[in-house]
């Protein structure tokens, strides 16, 4: 499995404490295997409540979803051994559970929440106002639990620890990544992500998307190109918005598939 760009956040310190403590408590609720790798960190935190916390919560996670996760394939020998430890056995044969639910969500609220994640509201220029209101942590919740139309715009968020959770939500459509795979207004970490995601990379959208971003990192582009249609690779090589190393080796190829 590859390492979570949420998670790295963790390893390296660069959480701040109330972020943290949200995490601990299980309110901050990314995918499933994020979580646990979240949960398992903060045991050694340096903050003697957070660590508490993070072990209190991995105590009451239910028992039954969490052997069925580990039982999953892409579940490191790392999490399982650690698990095991604590006495929690991997179900021989059991289905693997959906690692895109996290296995706790506890709502820790803050005022201001009611109307954090409120469906229904789609005019942009309203949920930016109210984004705009948020404090770090509801921008961090709504990255996670909020809307379709929040994450839109949580997406280009100049913190990439924001950005980073709008791509582990739960909620997160591949329909939203294959927008997102087309923003040229997200920064190249984000477009990172979509590419190293196996299942987010089996759509042909999402991979045409990329390639004709002129914000994707080149080499990345180059290596896509090989995944384009004739059809589409043609137009990319007289694409003036995308990189001219690109459109070269585009327009390349299609002389090639003309020979």
């Known amino acids: 499995m590859i390492a979570s760009p949420l998670v790295e ?11 943290r403590m949200l995490a601990a408590q ?8 994020e979580q646990l790798s979240i949960l398992v960190l903060l045991l050694e935190d340096p903050d003697a409540e957070v660590r508490q916390t993070a072990d209190a919560t991995l105590n009451r996670l239910p028992a039954e979803a969490l052997s069925k996760f580990l039982a999953r394939p892409d579940v490191s020998v790392t999490l399982r051994d650690f698990f095991a430890a604590r006495g929690v056995a991997v179900v021989a044969g059991a289905p693997a559970e959906d690692a895109e ?4 969500d506890v709502d820790v609220a803050e005022p201001g929440d009611e109307d954090l994640l409120a469906e229904g509201d789609t005019d ?3 949920v930016s106002q109210k984004i705009a209101k948020m404090t770090f942590t509801q921008r961090l919740k709504a990255a996670s639990k909020g809307t379709r139309e929040m994450r839109a715009i949580l997406v280009r ?6 950005a980073a959770a709008v791509m582990s939500s739960p909620k997160l459509t591949e329909q939203e990544v294959e927008s997102i795979a087309r923003m040229a207004s997200v920064s190249e970490d984000v477009l990172r992500m979509i590419v190293h995601n196996r299942a987010w990379m089996k759509s042909y959208k999402v991979v045409l998307g990329l390639v004709k971003n002129p914000k994707t990192p080149v080499a990345l582009s180059m290596n896509l190109l090989q995944r384009v249609s004739a059809k589409d690779c043609s137009q990319i090589a007289v694409d003036r918005n995308v990189p001219e190393p690109l459109r070269l080796a585009a327009r390349k190829k299609t002389m090639e598939n003309r020979i």
Request: hydrophobic residues 45%; positive net charge.
């Open 9 to 19: 956040f963790f390893k390296r310190g660069e959480v701040a404490r109330d972020v």
């Open 26 to 33: 299980g309110g901050f609720a990314p995918r499933a295997h």
């Open 101 to 104: 639910a996290p296995l706790v």
């Open 124 to 126: 942009q220029l309203s």
């Open 157 to 162: 968020d100049t913190n990439k620890m924001i």
